[in-house]
């Protein structure tokens, strides 16, 4: 009789630590964010539109998914708000740098200067100013228009026939522009400008 080796699996030598997974990974989804340039400016430069498009596109839906599992695993930190403020202006400064070096970038001037003067003023408000508040729903309204808006504009698609994607882009980018006019003056006068969207979408308890 031959005796039967014995097999051991792989979940024996391997142990996942979920309570570990659950911390660090909305902090991992925000550093992808942060390391936006490294990805985001080779493809570019390449001339790789959609791949960049892609990238960009996935790299904002990061916005999302990192505070989403931290709010669903209860693992929320005023650390981890802090670096996703940071994160999230990485991705918006360089796609909105990448938008002003497109060419007719003058149509990008002041819808630019209101957006880095909306991004300026929550950063002095939350980090400078030590003001650790919740984000009010219209800016999280305005942040569904601003990224696919700025992906959208920063590349130029007329070298390849699509230059309705530029056109929608701007559309959005100007609503952008209103929603943060909006936001910044709710972030500098809660007490008088009103946060309509929260009657329509209530925070839960």
Same mark, same amino acid.
Request: glycine share 6%.
């Given at each position: 009789?031959?005796?039967?080796?014995?097999i051991?699996?792989?979940?024996?030598?391997?142990?996942?630590?979920?309570?570990?997974?659950?911390r660090?990974?909305?902090?991992?989804l925000?550093? %992808?964010?942060?390391?936006?340039?490294?990805?985001?400016?080779?493809?570019? #430069?390449?001339?790789? #539109?959609?791949?960049?498009?892609?990238?960009?596109? !996935?790299?904002?839906?990061?916005?999302w998914?990192?505070?989403? !599992?931290?709010?669903?695993?209860?693992? @929320?930190?005023?650390?981890?708000?802090?670096?996703?403020?940071?994160?999230?202006k990485?991705?918006?400064?360089l796609?909105?740098?990448?938008? !002003?070096a497109?060419?007719?970038?003058?149509?990008?001037i002041?819808?630019?200067?209101?957006?880095?003067?909306?991004?300026?003023?929550?950063?002095?408000?939350?980090?400078?100013?030590?003001?650790?508040?919740?984000?009010?729903? %219209?800016?999280?309204?305005?942040?569904?228009? *601003?990224?696919?808006s700025? %992906?959208?504009?920063s590349?130029?698609?007329d070298?390849i026939?699509? *230059?309705? @994607?530029?056109?929608l882009g701007?559309?959005?980018?100007?609503?952008?522009?209103?929603?943060?006019c909006?936001?910044? #003056?709710?972030?500098?006068?809660? *007490?008088?400008?009103?946060d309509?969207?929260?009657?329509l979408?209530?925070?839960?308890?």
């Open positions: 009789m031959v005796d039967t080796p014995n051991r699996l792989p979940s024996r030598f391997f142990k996942v630590d979920w309570a570990v997974v659950r660090f990974t909305p902090t991992a925000t550093a %992808i964010r942060f390391l936006s340039p490294v990805y985001l400016v080779p493809p570019l #430069l390449a001339g790789g #539109l959609f791949l960049f498009m892609i990238l960009a596109s !996935l790299a904002a839906l990061t916005d998914l990192d505070g989403y !599992l931290a709010r669903k695993w209860g693992v @929320v930190t005023d650390r981890g708000a802090e670096l996703d403020i940071y994160a999230d990485v991705l918006c400064g796609l909105l740098g990448v938008g !002003l497109s060419p007719d970038n003058w149509s990008h002041v819808p630019t200067f209101v957006l880095c003067l909306y991004h300026g003023t929550v950063i002095v408000k939350r980090v400078a100013g030590e003001t650790f508040f919740t984000s009010t729903r %219209i800016a999280k309204i305005k942040m569904f228009f *601003e990224m696919p700025l %992906i959208m504009v590349t130029y698609m070298a026939g699509l *230059e309705w @994607v530029n056109e701007m559309w959005f980018l100007f609503v952008t522009t209103g929603l943060a909006w936001s910044m #003056l709710r972030y500098l006068y809660p *007490e008088q400008i009103p309509w969207p929260e009657r979408w209530p925070r839960k308890a």
